[in-house]
């Protein structure tokens, strides 16, 4: 188990580490603006 759980944290903080933050900023800031018709408006 110890093997297994080290490659996979490993992976885990190598590649999704790198392409989840812009991606999950981005998530977000596309949800506000469709939720919220206030920071739709070109600011």
């Not at 992976?11 to 999950?24: G, M, Y």
Request: hydrophobic fraction near 35%; glycine fraction near 6%.
């Amino acid at each position: 188990h110890r093997g297994y759980d080290s490659h996979r944290d490993r992976s885990a903080n190598s590649e999704p580490v790198a392409p989840i933050p812009p991606f999950t900023g981005t998530l977000i800031l596309r949800e506000s603006v469709a939720a919220g018709p206030f920071f739709q408006r070109p600011a």
